[in-house]
C-alpha cells in the first residue's frame, strides 16, 4: 500500500510563511512526478506548483516569487515553503504524486489527505 502523509497546515497572518511537507512511504519502485495542488470553495482543485524527478519546476503565475517547491527523492519526501502568504492563498492544499509501485510497470497517481492552510488577520 502507497501513502502520501501531508503536514505543516494551519493558521497564518498575511505576509506570514508557513511550510508543507509531504512524504511517500510504501511499496514504491520510482517517484516521477510531484506536486501541490490546492482547493479553495467548489471542486476544482489548481496546480500550484510541480517538480520532476529530474528537477524541473513549474508555478501557477499566482504564486511566483513567492513559494517555493522542492523534493528529497532519497526520503520520497516534497515540500512547499510558501512565503508572503495572501488571504487569497487559503485553502485546502493537496499533495500529489505519480508513481511506480513495486511489482507493476504503471504509473498510478496517489492523493494526500489534504492539510488546511488559512491566511487571515
Known amino acids: 500500500q502507497v501513502q502520501l502523509v501531508e503536514s505543516g497546515g494551519g493558521l497564518v497572518q498575511p505576509g506570514g510563511s508557513l511550510r508543507l511537507s509531504c512524504a511517500a512511504s510504501g511499496s514504491i519502485f520510482s517517484i516521477n512526478h510531484m506536486a501541490w495542488y490546492r482547493q479553495a470553495q467548489g471542486p476544482q482543485r489548481e496546480l500550484v506548483a510541480s517538480?520532476?524527478?529530474?528537477?524541473?519546476?513549474n508555478y501557477v503565475d499566482s504564486v511566483k516569487g513567492r513559494f517555493t517547491i522542492s523534493r528529497d527523492n532519497a526520503k520520497n519526501t516534497v515540500s512547499l515553503q510558501m512565503n508572503s502568504l495572501k488571504p487569497e492563498d487559503t485553502a485546502v492544499y493537496y499533495c500529489?504524486?505519480?508513481?511506480?509501485?513495486?511489482?507493476?510497470?504503471?504509473?498510478?497517481?496517489?492523493w494526500g489527505q489534504g492539510t488546511q492552510v488559512t491566511v487571515s488577520s
Open positions: 517538480i520532476t524527478s529530474g528537477g524541473i519546476i
Open positions: 500529489n504524486a505519480r508513481m511506480v509501485i513495486l511489482g507493476s510497470p504503471y504509473e498510478y497517481q496517489y
